[in-house]
DNA sequence: AGCGATTCGTGCAAATATGTACAAAACAAT
DNA sequence: ATTGTTTTGTACATATTTGCACGAATCGCT
């Protein structure tokens, strides 16, 4: 086999799986361990990969393309992940949804990788390097200007595609919700696009961790009533779940209790 | 066996099969390896393939499982890098500039994230991605529906994007340069992206390496006088450099010494 | 914190591939 | 037939790849 090829194969497996052993490399190629170290060596040189102590991590679709993102997504990151698993079922099959940028979302947007016949509309130019080797998920992006502290693109651009479309969901983050004053985000801009995600959609999911309730910030989006699904964790508490339920709103709370999540970046061994 | 009927069924085996293996062509061909290296010679300089220790690629896009981003990055990566640092000078502080998604058009993007007071619009995300990071750099990106083949946006949202914006300068690769014919490329929705972008800047710089000179492809583009500024790489024959000065293009070769071509993926420990 | 098991980097040698000079062969045209 | 051109085979020096080996670094587990 031609060494080309060998690298080629590992570049295809790397579409499908983010992460590989480097001994499972030495068993399906057929080569010694210090080939494939080699190989690795060359294809990290190249930036197709980031070489990881027995194996690599896929550099494309990954979230090594923002530093930005991981030290975010650091925080809560495992009350984050049991969020997204749980709203990973709210997203059906033939659905078209809308994924606003956010890195509870972004979490979400990688569990739809294996997906059939799903239309996804993002803002978020991260989202869209997530999904652009899945072949069974169109995705359309509004394009904007990209704002440099969110990485979300806004504007008028985003604004217009926004108003020419109908969604059956639309998951968004949310970064302040509070009982009276509703919810707020910190960038106008992002306030903007948000608000239009909620015209648009026919049914509006928000996902929120514990700490973002009974929160305020600058530029308001509307009612908390605005909101048909809030998904959030175990630790928000009893009093905010009771009455958002009884204000109409389905509250779903992501059991995050004794999954020690490890870092997504050092599993590389994962089937 | 006369020499163009054994380049005939290399080709032919080129079109079923990703990879040859020069010793497989020794047996099945009945020459010597001389004369198969002598005949792999003359097809990388058609364009028809990209050699490699062992053998040879198939450069054709029919043939390549996915003809994307990672399949061909690595393919004459050394001119495209050199193209990229040499058109990298033409991009000056303080301009609005397109960056049409395309490898080597990526690799000069990546020379850009120092820059100060620099305005890019573009529509592939993975440039968004390498530059979203860059303080000094503004973007915009057109959105659209993302080509699941090559990564790029198109559709209406980037074409009514693109309609509404006027570039100092558009910085697109081109995949086929013909001379009486023109610029063509692979991809029907790549096309009209294309001549949108064209008409929405003053200035028009292409890059393409040697191999694109002489051929065609499916979409027509537009008369390679549309083109402003071409940059290639010292492989390109003279004649046509000669010619497209004669049209008033502004050809410039990077600097590579033309003798040694040497495959970036295979060298991994230089450096 | 310590320890055994892996994995990593790298020098070395064998095998293989490459580029090229030169001669032989094939071909084309008078 | 002969002459000039192109192509192919041979030979050989150089370059690359790969497997093996061994010390160093890292990981997982107690």
Chains 1, 2 share one sequence.
Request: glycine share 6%.
């Amino acid at each position: 086999m031609l060494a080309e090829e060998r690298r080629f194969r590992i570049r295809e497996m790397l579409s499908s799986q983010r992460t590989l052993a480097a001994s499972d490399l030495c068993a399906v190629l057929g080569v010694t361990a210090a080939t494939i170290r080699r190989d690795l060596a060359a294809l990290e040189h190249d930036g197709v990969l980031v070489r990881s102590h027995g194996g690599a991590v896929s550099r494309m679709s990954s979230t090594n393309f923002q530093p930005s993102y991981q030290t975010l997504s650091h925080v809560h990151s495992t009350e984050k992940h049991a969020i997204a698993r749980e709203a990973e079922h709210l997203v059906l099959d033939g659905e078209t949804v809308f994924l606003e940028g956010s890195t509870t979302v972004y979490e979400l947007a990688c569990c739809l990788n294996q997906r059939k016949r799903l239309t996804v509309v993002t803002n978020s130019p991260t989202i869209v390097c997530q999904l652009q080797r899945s072949t069974g998920v169109t995705v359309l992006c509004t394009g904007g200007d990209l704002q440099k502290d969110t990485f979300y693109f806004s504007g008028e651009w985003a604004q217009r595609a926004l108003s020419e479309i109908r969604l059956d969901k639309a998951i968004l983050g949310v970064s302040a919700i509070d009982i009276p004053y509703g919810v707020s985000t910190a960038n106008h801009a992002e306030a903007q696009i948000k608000k239009m995600i909620m015209k648009a959609a026919k049914t509006r999911i928000a996902l929120a961790d514990h700490s973002k309730f009974g929160t305020q910030s600058f530029a308001y989006v509307g009612p908390v009533t605005d909101i048909d699904v809030l998904v959030t964790d175990s630790g928000t508490e009893a009093k905010y779940v009771k009455v958002l339920r009884e204000m109409g709103i389905d509250v779903l709370i992501a059991g995050a209790t004794g999954t020690k999540r490890k870092e997504q970046n050092t599993t590389y061994s994962n089937k």
